[in-house]
């Protein structure tokens, strides 16, 4: 290129900077047409001070919280009180313990078995009903009646009472038969009082209570320990005398007394979360189902109660659905922030109902930003005054990541709506698009003044 190339380049070039053909790319400035920019840099103080400005995030309708409830069944007979389920949010499960009650002594019932033991010269043969000469020791089962047989005696009621009872009952009628009274009672096998335990356990029990003291603990334990997989929402629910009771597994661990709650004859436990109200319903109709014994008409009303349910959570889906077609189409109000500059998805997003959102959610959930062209030490949140005395002013957040470390600020900086997430050019970037878009006027304009 000759001496007057180079000169008509030279005069090419400052021409168009005059007349600001050059490319233009956005800064973040202390001044902007009249606008206060104030500039903070972001450290661990400043989002606290960031972070201060209210905001309650807008909550999803109460149709998302709501359960399909539960109804009483029609023509079952007498059966025991419906449980109520709670109608609980995500973010907190209600405390509502059972009453401590200490269960007492075991009171026998029908399928108990009994060992008793005469004394020598007075064993009763349980076949032929003879004495013979030594001490012998049969096996009685409480029958359904809640009576055992002793042969040479009778028939004996000893269902609901305690061992003494049943031994003193027992003495009573030896006496009466003109048999020795010396003799000897002990429960070998216990059948009649049994609690029930499932859901997220290692394994649904049915374990029967003896003479030692159950607690809730060791129920879980024997049934194989907890397992659900969102701990964090996990309850320990417990139906007893018609009443639906809930221990949150927090509360459960951090409290002894709930650990060591007696377990009472004919308790149904369940461990489940809030998100699984189906299949506690399920549980507990089951153990409605066995309380009853099969009445008449009670499979006919519990399907119509399935039916009702059934409906109930048909139109709450139907609700849900509805609302999330209206969001889908932009019906429903939400907040947005907004991301521009060097992101590598400029667009707006939405935050989200019923919880906060950071920096690092927002830049990361929308596919960050090309460190080949985004400068990390220039990383803004502009945020617009709210208070109309300051006359629009606009507090830049100036996030400096240089320094990745100070990336881990970015989770803990809450976005507010209309906030503007900008990312500023790396300096090679502004100079390389200038050359992209200035060289081929440059070329056209060189050669028309050659020509």
């Not at 009453?99 to 019932?109: C, F, H, V």
């Not at 000897?184 to 499932?198: E, H, K, L, M, P």
């Not at 377990?263 to 998100?275: H, K, N, R």
């Not at 803990?412 to 006027?441: A, C, V």
Request: hydrophobic share 40%; charged share 20%; net charge negative.
């Amino acid at each position: 290129m000759n001496k007057f190339s180079l000169v008509s380049a030279a005069s090419v070039m400052l021409a168009l900077s005059s007349c600001g053909t050059f490319y233009v790319s956005s800064r973040v400035a202390d001044q902007s047409q009249g606008i206060d920019v104030r500039v903070i840099p972001i450290s661990a103080e400043t989002v606290l001070q960031a972070n201060r400005q209210a905001y309650a995030p807008r909550s999803l309708p109460d149709v998302f919280f709501m359960g399909a409830g539960n109804g009483a069944p029609r023509d079952a007979g007498a059966l025991p009180v419906t449980p109520t389920f709670p109608e609980l949010t995500p973010s907190r499960l209600e405390l509502r313990p059972p009453p401590a009650t200490e269960p007492g002594p075991y009171l026998l019932g029908s399928g108990d078995v009994l060992s008793l033991a005469l004394a020598s010269g007075q064993a009763v043969d349980p076949i032929s009903g003879s004495t013979e000469g030594q001490t012998a020791q049969q096996d009685i089962v409480v029958r359904d009646d809640g009576a055992v047989s002793i042969p040479q005696v009778g028939t004996v009621d000893v269902a609901g009472m305690s061992i003494d009872e049943a031994e003193a009952r027992i003495f009573e009628r030896l006496i009466d038969a003109g048999i020795d009274p010396n003799f000897g009672v002990q429960i070998t096998a216990f059948n009649s009082q049994r609690v029930s335990i499932g859901g997220a356990v290692g394994a649904n029990q049915v374990l029967a209570l003896t003479l030692s003291r159950l607690s809730l603990a060791q129920a879980i334990a024997q049934a194989g320990g907890i397992t659900a997989p969102d701990r964090e929402f996990a309850s320990i629910r417990i139906y007893r005398d018609g009443n639906l009771y809930q221990i949150p597994l927090s509360d459960f661990r951090a409290r002894a007394e709930f650990q060591q709650l007696a377990v009472l004859p004919g308790d149904a436990i369940y461990v489940d979360t809030i998100y699984d109200l189906d299949r506690a319903q399920s549980f507990y109709l089951s153990q409605i189902d066995i309380i009853t014994l099969r009445r008449t008409g009670r499979t006919a009303a519990l399907a119509e109660l399935a039916t009702e349910i059934g409906l109930r959570r048909a139109d709450l889906s139907e609700q849900r659905d509805l609302f999330a077609q209206r969001n889908t189409l932009g019906a429903e109000k939400r907040d947005y922030v907004y991301l521009g500059g060097e992101v590598n998805n400029p667009s707006r997003w939405p935050l989200p109902y019923g919880d906060q959102a950071s920096l690092a959610d927002v830049l990361y959930d929308s596919g960050g930003f090309d460190t080949a062209t985004g400068n990390p030490a220039q990383i803004y949140v502009l945020r617009a005054a709210t208070d109309p005395a300051a006359f629009g002013a606009v507090t830049a957040w100036h996030l400096n990541a240089r320094n990745a470390v100070n990336f881990t600020l970015a989770t803990k900086f809450e976005m507010r709506p209309n906030d503007i997430i900008f990312i500023e050019e790396q300096p090679i970037t502004t100079w390389n698009r200038t050359l992209q878009q200035s060289i081929p006027s440059l070329i056209t304009m060189t050669a028309g003044a050659g020509n």
